[in-house]
């Protein structure tokens, strides 16, 4: 039966490594000794009941297993040794003895605890400093993680919420996974406190979890399979160690991969290039596919001690500089530390990415740079009904000044025409916009605030480009003497080329579908009422930003957001008398996408002007008491970061995020779309309008405020009196 003190390094293994001199000692090197000790190789890289405890039957231990096993493995260990310098190994012995001692050393056992460590320490590092393990990372903007969301739809039907409402269970999904993006910090505050718990429970079961898990790895195998297999496929051979002081370290072999050398435990078996074990402190055996020796003897004992994670034995002592063995192990930590971090990373990403590459459409990236920039554009210029042809001759050389000089930096060659009228909303109606193209143009709700220029897709035989139609003052105005109308006609020409290089950009990206029908049925029937709506941001960024001009967007943004509330809630009343869905669902659509375009513009306005600071107007408080700061600060984010990454933009989905921010400001106002799961689309509705709610009590906040505020007023006075 075995003893009590049991060796993770066999003694005759050790026995070639002892110092010369018949002490049948070695010198140890250890983390936290200021210098080497020496060690008997009866207690050298030995523990007591290491592997197991004595037993209380006649069944054999794990210990009992090991050193039965070796005198297999002394035999092996025997005939590698006895190979003389520059002759071949066979693959077995070789491949058994690495195989075995390297799992059998308590270095896999520290590894295993100090990741335990580790990943308890990222796991907390990203339940409270979640940007530390997610650099990068972005929850996706425009659908929930396919992964996110198939557990969420389990968990919902497991536990029977989704009885709780008519609504699918994807759509469901949809809400929450949007209200977890826009209060992320909520939920992270939240978590936070739920795995505090967890954490603390894990952290008592750590104790002897290294052990525990070792010694259940020895019990299936005392030689690993796979790795046997693949040092089998190496070709080995004896090298000689001219200085006769190999050291032994703790992980026993090394290892080259991809990465660099390393200890052999932690070796990518992927790329893996060579591996060295020392036979004696004068013999090392390497092992590689090409038999590849160079520089292997130089490099061995600095890699080695490299490679350590407590402790390294050799048979002479040398003087260590200060600090050496306090950093010994610092390779390996390091490693396991990035690999537990990197695991979670890899994980979290995994969880949250946007769908399986196998199956994701992309196209090539387009970039600015690789449509036509050139101030050669041939675009038509009509004036539909006002002015003769000297006047338009006049207006058209002041007209292709702007358009060229806009092209100086964007790309305008998809300008199809530039139309004046001073019958704008015929003119919209009455454009040519191609084959197939037969969209109703509402005049008042165009792209510009005021309903005075609006730059529309068109069908033509070399693709889709953009015609802007412009009221017919600005005409005047671009070529009168009043250098601030002149000004103003500008910039709206300007902000409509924008739209018109913005269109070009999807073109070249995806040529064909920006007037074609949306593969996704339902997520196309939501884009359809907000289909300009990044064209208006991209554009809106563009103009000479000022504070005058961000207030005037924010009152404009406030006026639409007022209009929305009371025009959705006639909107309901209506409905509740006439039962007409439709007619209720256009409604509030229209509302909430022109304050959706609204913010757009402010936002985009902010972007420009405020840079990183945050200067608070009214519209902030107005949307503070109405709760809709978080969503805001969402939907600026999500804007600015699609603007950001326009050149690198693949995927023509990506441009659904408006869809969710749609249907988050929808349910605001009782009504949210669907799609049903034989495919149908549908329209919710509630008889409640959670915005007027808001607004009522934010009102009745108020009133009891003022009140409040009299009767101390009228205290003070008595008291006074």
Known sequence: MAGRKQHFIPRHFLKEFVVPDGSDKLWMY????????????????????????????????????????????????EKVRSIGSGEGVPPHPISEIIAHLSLRAAYLREFIDLGAVELVSSIDTLIHDPKEILKGIELPRHRVPYKFEALAIEQLEEHMLSVLTNLTSKAVVRLLYHAIREDIDLVQH???????????????????????????VLEKELVPAPRKTLLESFE??????????????????????????????????????????PLSSSKLAIGSASLELDNVVEIYNETARACCFTFYLANCKKDVPFGHLAELGGMAREKIS?????????????????????????????????????????YSVSFRDFGDEAYAKTVAVSLNEVVKSFARFLPAHRLDGISFAEDYAAALQELDRGEGVTRTIDASAGM????????????????????????????????????????????????????????????????????????????GWLYQYNDALL??????????????????????????????????????????????????????????????????????????????????????????????????????KDLAAFNHGMDDWTNLDEIYFINRHFERLLLEVGVFPDQLDDGSLYIHTSGEHRLSLKLDACRKMVSCSKTRYLDDKNHEKQTNS
């Not at 978590?191 to 429970?201: H, K, Q």
């Not at 004896?238 to 070796?267: K, N, Q, R």
């Not at 008398?577 to 007619?583: I, L, Q």
């Not at 996408?593 to 990183?612: E, K, N």
């Open 30 to 77: 250890r983390r936290g000794l200021p210098k080497p000790v020496p060690v008997s190789r009866d207690d050298a890289a030995a523990t007591r009941d290491f592997y197991s405890k004595p037993a209380e039957t006649d069944a054999p231990t794990l210990d009992d297993l090991i050193t039965d096993y070796e005198n297999e493995l002394k035999f092996h260990v």
């Open 535 to 636: 064209a208006t941001y991209f554009s809106t960024r563009l103009l000479s930003p000022s504070w005058d001009t961000l207030e005037f967007y924010a009152g404009l943004a406030r006026d639409q957001l007022e209009r929305m509330i009371v025009e959705t809630l006639k909107a309901q009343s209506r409905y509740q008398a006439s039962g007409d869905h439709e007619r209720y669902f256009e409604t509030c659509s229209t509302q909430v996408s022109g304050f959706m375009t609204a913010m757009a513009r402010y936002l985009a306005v902010r972007s420009s002007i405020i840079g990183p600071h945050r200067v608070e107007t009214a519209l902030d408080q107005y949307l503070a008491q109405l709760e809709l700061s978080k969503w805001s600060t969402l939907f600026h």
């Open 190 to 216: 939240r978590a936070s406190d739920e795995f505090s718990t967890f954490l603390n429970g894990f952290q008592t079961q750590l104790d002897g979890m290294g052990r525990r898990a070792h010694v259940n």
């Open 236 to 277: 080995w051979k004896v090298v000689d160690f001219p200085s006769g002081d190999a050291i032994l370290a703790d992980c026993v072999a090394i290892a080259e991969d991809a990465e660099g050398w390393g200890p052999y435990m932690l070796a990518d078996s992927k790329s893996l290039t060579r591996v060295v074990i």
């Open 448 to 523: 510009n605030p005021n309903g005075v220029a609006m730059p529309l897709a068109v069908r033509r035989t070399d693709g889709i480009k953009t015609h802007i139609v412009l009221r017919g003052y600005f005409a005047e105005y671009l070529i009168c003497e009043d250098e601030e109308l002149k000004d103003e006609a500008v910039s709206v020409i300007c902000y409509s080329l924008g739209t018109a290089a913005f269109n070009a950009l999807i073109e070249g990206k995806f040529p064909g579908t920006l007037l074609s029908p949306h593969a996704d049925t339902y997520e």
């Open 338 to 378: 990035k690999l537990t971090s990197s695991s979670l990373r890899d994980a979290v990403e995994e969880f949250v990415a946007d769908i399986p590459r196998n199956t994701q459409q992309e196209t090539l990236p387009v970039t600015w740079n690789d449509l036509v920039v050139s101030t050669e554009c041939s």
